[in-house]
């Protein structure tokens, strides 16, 4: 971008970025070191031998229009000298006009800092241990009680097992389902208040309440002693997810919907079967724990305790594929994404796959998979799942992946968090995403949003050159669509002969970049003679110029 001198530094707009460098680039002083583009007087030495001077003059003149065509084309992808011209244009400033620039640019780049810390906000997700502490206070599906001075605390078998080695050697002795244990403490001065922070220290890792007695070390080192010292929450829990003691509940598999939904059948028809725990399932997803008390309220659940068998849930896998099972369960339990889990998984033949190999596709990416899974996320309700899904999107988004994440995100189904860091990529790193061929396959509502900001990586006159051309490609395409192709192949076709720019009409150019070239800030476009603005004036693609280049009452030039 760059900046006019009639306008700066009292009515600029500029647009800066958050270091030193890549504000150079916004205000067009870029740090580009200056590449040698020179030709040498000469760019063959042939020996012509004893030619006829007619014959000398005609391949004199064939060398030097092939000299030209090569200078043109190295001074049409050089790089524009920013700092060279912005020094030219603070050359004849008043030192404290020079300041105020500075000074209006650093408090943009602040205001673009912020502008970043919202882009990147998003609600906070609930985390295994939140989750964990309303699990002890709701006791959603609670397998065993524990009864301490006449008071009875519902617990679940498996979780108390995994966390301390004192209730895994007491619960191993009462396996029924709905025990009651009657507990005998031998540590002194342990009332029901203190015991239920004990209960609720091993399902979070934190005291529920505060209690000086938790300061004693004396009354600390007793209760190691005596129930153990737990390892951290994340450490116990993914033990739990390894071994799986205690399980309660399979997940099993169905592409037949009739099946899902009469919760039976012949059990030939199922897939793998996954083993979890109800607690765990019911306390991270409000689907599994609407689920499995629906299941109670219609009486099955009273079914597969009478039977002492592990509660079955058939899931639909053109809903929810099984190859991402594992993955949702993984995170259930340590709060991590991780799909390496879902590649060394022995359930990657899923439907999925298989319709992929059917109709040719190729393997899908990592950032591919995020997307199938975020959107499982949205539909459990598990939000650690879908913010990690976000996460591994945003990751991934390159100039080769750029375009099919802003498409995806830009979908009422797709995630507005991950567009915006999109948008922001788009910002950063649109000086090189405009020389490449990605550029040509942005959408004009991608594009406007781009250039609507203040905070865009890229000087106003490359903004104006690669709009331009942009416009010309979509024109092209939109004239080779129109044009009727009965003689597909021939010389007379579109698609043989190509589009030509000298083909485009003006108007319907001009009509193309409407709503585009408006917001390029001609006034600061560097160097003030630029050839892009020039030729985009003589076409009538910009109809004002600048104030600088509008003649004087004089009739002279500013």
Not at 307 to 329: F, G
Not at 390 to 402: F, K, V
Not at 490 to 509: P, Q, W
Not at 512 to 541: C, Q
Request: hydrophobic share 35%; aromatic share 8%.
């Amino acid at each position: 971008m760059g900046a006019n001198a009639s306008n700066y530094p009292h009515s600029c707009s500029p647009r800066v970025g958050g270091n030193s460098q890549a504000q150079q680039t916004f205000i067009g002083t870029s740090s580009y070191s200056q590449q040698g583009y020179g030709c040498e007087s000469k760019l063959y030495s042939l020996d012509h031998g004893h030619e006829k001077p007619q014959d000398k003059k005609k391949r004199t003149s064939g060398l030097a229009t092939l000299k030209k065509k090569f200078i043109k084309r190295r001074k049409s992808n050089r790089s524009a000298d920013h700092a060279k011209q912005m020094r030219e244009l603070l050359s004849g400033w008043d030192v404290r006009d020079v300041n105020a620039l500075v000074e209006e640019y650093e408090g943009t780049s602040a205001l673009k800092e912020l502008s970043l810390q919202a882009s990147l906000a998003r609600p906070e997700a609930r985390t295994l241990q939140k989750d964990m502490a309303d699990l002890y206070e709701y006791k959603y599906c609670t397998d065993v009680d524990l009864i301490f001075q006449e008071t009875c605390f519902p617990v679940h078998r498996a979780i108390l097992a995994a966390r301390c080695p004192f209730f895994k050697t007491l619960l191993s002795s009462s396996p029924e389902y709905g025990a009651e244990i009657i507990m005998d403490i031998s540590t002194a001065g342990i009332d029901m208040p203190m015991f239920s922070a004990l209960l609720h220290y091993l399902y979070t890792g934190e005291f529920g309440m505060e209690d000086s007695r938790f300061q004693n070390v004396d009354i600390l080192v007793q209760l190691s002693e005596e129930f153990g010292t737990p390892n951290s929450l994340d450490v116990d829990m993914r033990g739990l997810f390894d071994y799986m003691c205690y399980y309660d509940v399979v997940l099993s598999f169905s592409s037949d919907s009739e099946l899902v939904e009469a919760f039976g059948g012949n059990q030939n028809c199922l897939d793998e079967e996954l083993k979890a725990h109800k607690a765990i399932i019911s306390a991270r997803s409000p689907f599994f724990r609407n689920l499995l008390q629906r299941r109670i309220r219609t009486g099955e659940e009273i079914t597969d305790r009478t039977l002492r068998t592990p509660t079955r849930i058939i899931l639909d896998e053109s809903i929810i594929p099984k190859k991402y099972a594992k993955v949702i369960l993984h995170c259930m339990y340590t709060d991590v994404v991780d799909l390496s889990v879902l590649h060394c998984s022995p359930s990657v033949g899923s439907l999925s796959e298989v319709q992929a190999l059917v109709a040719g596709k190729p393997n899908m990416t990592r950032a591919e998979e995020a997307m199938e899974l975020y959107h499982i996320a949205l539909f459990l309700e598990f939000n650690m799942l879908a913010q990690g899904c976000e996460d591994i999107i945003a990751e991934s988004i390159s100039l080769d992946t750029l375009i099919a994440i802003l498409k995806w995100s830009s979908h009422p189904y797709g995630s507005k968090w991950v567009h915006r860091q999109a948008l922001h990529f788009l910002c950063e790193e649109l000086s090189q995403v405009m020389t490449s061929d990605v550029f040509y396959e942005l959408s004009k509502d991608h594009l406007l949003t781009a250039i609507q900001s203040d905070y865009l990586q890229a000087s106003e006159q490359d903004i104006l050159k690669y709009l331009i051309k942009w416009g010309e490609h979509q024109l092209m395409k939109r004239i080779a669509d129109r044009e009727p192709n009965l003689l597909s192949g021939t010389a007379h076709s579109v698609n043989k002969r190509g589009v030509k720019r000298r083909d485009l009409d003006i108007e319907e150019l001009r009509e193309v970049l409407s709503s585009l070239l408006p917001f390029v800030r001609i006034e600061h476009i560097l160097p003030i003679n630029s050839e892009v603005l020039s030729d985009a004036m003589k076409r009538g693609l910009i109809s004002t110029p600048p104030s600088d280049m509008l003649p004087t009452t004089e009739g002279g030039k500013p």
